[in-house]
């Protein structure tokens, strides 16, 4: 047996040792019966893979390398249902708007598997310095393709899920979070290479069974040691589609694509085409940072969270206010509290809340730290209510010349902005609408610290939403 054959058996023993260890010790809960049913599938993938090498001399074609490179895909799914349902409790709605994902997925897992009595996605097999290589067929790269995408909305689940959890439950799923994570790296480097160079090398399909393994432990460990399965999320989690994970997944798989084709078309070679698209990417991206002021401010939105986040800590600004928040029995009490909390939290002065109560057609004055407090009303369909709901993210609002989209909301709510000496807004997102919004004016120490206590307000809008969904749910 070979030391390739070794690495798979281990992960897959530790995949089904970590699927029995899960359902015996936190049964009858909706994550620990997928989780349990993932690290199950993913074992078996393992022992599949197993037998497809300890198969390899025989035969010009090895069904059991076909096999176990197409189910890669249901257990990715598996995967995927997974990252969906942790920390949700017993509120599984998320999944309705995955429904059609997971039928598409499951239809496509089975016509591969059909397919393989007449195709196959595994061409001959080469002989190479790091061992035998696979050549990939046009199936097999498709094939590679959504497994990079599968984990990529898994990772990107699971990432989102993490920001949402109360300070307790992230240090129960700290280990898990950073074993998905890592399964992302490794996934990304050997699928784009696989993509670009159209082979696989069995001695990289053996070493990923180290990231599966450390997935296998770190599972179990959250769900059962660290009671994980309990979890429930407390924050507004944000889309999959604007986590690191998603982007980092996504744009490996579509620049790897993109740089095959490129070299088919041109008749370059691989070296060749990555130099120059790498040269031509940067100028373009040079040059539309410094032509489109709407693009610059969106890569400045993305680094903001790595470079400001060392001014205050998260977890004890959401401990400290929950405490206040959980207090509130009523809207009316929340809204008193908000305002007068959030300008101590953050350093800005003046904040105005505004909300549209009980389904009304505008946004109201609802608390301030002006008195007495604006009387000023904001349309939904008016620009500033718009591009809150679209960004859900905080914008500033003065200091913007270069940006033409924000010319509408400086004209047409000029008079609010006024009114509630404004300099940024940070909206109340929940799953798409947009409840209301805060007007706040500048930090203490001045328009410098602004990026900053941007992110901290977000975290202040985010528990003021969640308390404020729980009281409509519980009236």
Request: glycine share 8%; net charge positive; charged share 15%.
């Amino acid at each position: 047996m070979s030391f390739a054959e070794l690495l798979l058996l281990a992960s897959a023993l530790l995949a089904m040792a970590g699927a029995v260890v899960t359902l015996v010790f936190r049964p009858n809960r909706m994550v620990t019966l997928v989780a349990s049913a993932a690290l199950l599938l993913l074992g078996l993938q393992q022992l599949g893979w197993s037998r497809a090498i300890s198969l390899m001399p025989q035969g010009e074609r090895n069904y059991w390398l076909d096999l176990s490179l197409v189910c890669w895909l249901p257990v990715s799914l598996a995967w995927l249902l997974l990252s969906i349902t942790l920390g949700r409790g017993a509120d599984l709605e998320r999944l309705r708007g995955w429904r059609g994902y997971f039928a598409v997925q499951a239809l496509a897992s089975v016509a591969m598997v059909v397919a393989l009595q007449w195709y196959s996605p595994i061409g001959r097999t080469v002989l190479g310095v790091g061992g035998s290589s696979l050549e990939l067929t046009s199936f097999g790269v498709a094939v590679l393709a959504v497994l990079l995408l599968n984990i990529s909305l898994a990772s990107a689940n699971v990432e989102s899920t993490y920001v949402a959890l109360p300070a307790r439950w992230r240090r129960a799923f700290s280990a898990a979070t950073l074993a998905i994570i890592f399964l992302l790296a490794w996934t990304t480097v050997f699928i784009s290479s696989g993509i670009l160079l159209g082979r696989v090398s069995l001695w990289d399909v053996a070493k990923s069974s180290i990231s599966f393994g450390l997935l296998s432990l770190a599972i179990p460990y959250s769900l059962v040691r660290r009671r994980g399965a309990e979890a429930t999320v407390t924050g507004n989690p944000r889309p999959f589609y604007e986590t690191l994970s998603f982007v980092l997944g996504v744009g490996a798989l579509l620049v790897s694509l993109a740089l095959v084709q490129i070299s088919r078309l041109t008749g370059w070679s691989l070296v060749r085409t990555v130099w120059i698209s790498i040269l031509c990417g940067t100028l373009l991206g040079i040059g539309a940072l410094v032509v489109f002021g709407r693009l610059l401010h969106k890569v400045r939105r993305l680094l903001e969270p790595y470079l400001y986040t060392s001014r205050f800590d998260p977890e004890i600004v959401w401990t400290g206010l929950s405490h206040e928040l959980d207090a509130t029995a009523t809207q009316s009490e929340v809204c008193r509290l908000m305002p007068a909390r959030a300008a101590a939290i953050t350093g800005v002065e003046p904040v105005t809340l505004f909300l549209a109560p009980n389904g009304a057609s505008e946004y109201t004055v609802a608390g301030s730290t002006l008195q007495p407090a604006p009387v000023e009303v904001v349309s939904p369909d008016e620009p500033l209510a718009c591009e809150l709901r679209a960004s859900r993210h905080a914008i500033h609002l003065r200091g913007r010349a270069d940006d033409l989209g924000m010319i509408p909301i400086l004209v047409e709510n000029a008079k609010q902005i006024a009114a509630c000496e404004a300099v940024c807004a940070v909206p109340l997102s929940h799953r798409g609408r947009l409840m209301g919004f805060i007007l706040c004016g500048n930090p203490e120490n001045g328009r410098e610290k602004l990026a900053g206590t941007l992110l901290l307000l977000e975290v202040v809008a985010q528990m003021v939403t969640t308390r404020l969904t729980s009281l409509e749910r519980g009236a």
